[in-house]
């Protein structure tokens, strides 16, 4: 199970982008995080880093 930003607590820190090991996170036009779910392998590395919570399993 992939997982995914909510965009209403992602506050653009990028930190998540930063450690994904496939790179499925990036950066819209508003600064906020998006993960590619067909990236994603689910291994929580972006979560445990988000120091706002924003990431959680879909």
């Given at each position: 199970m992939a997982y995914k930003v909510d965009p209403t607590k992602c506050i653009?820190?990028?930190s998540c982008m930063t450690?994904?090991?496939?790179?499925?996170i990036s950066a819209g036009a508003d600064?906020?995080?998006a993960i590619d779910p067909s990236k994603c392998v689910s291994c929580?590395?972006?979560a445990s880093v988000c120091p706002?919570?924003?990431i959680?399993?879909?």
């Open positions: 653009g820190c990028h450690v994904c090991p496939m790179m499925a600064g906020k995080c929580g590395t972006c706002v919570g924003a959680v399993a879909g």
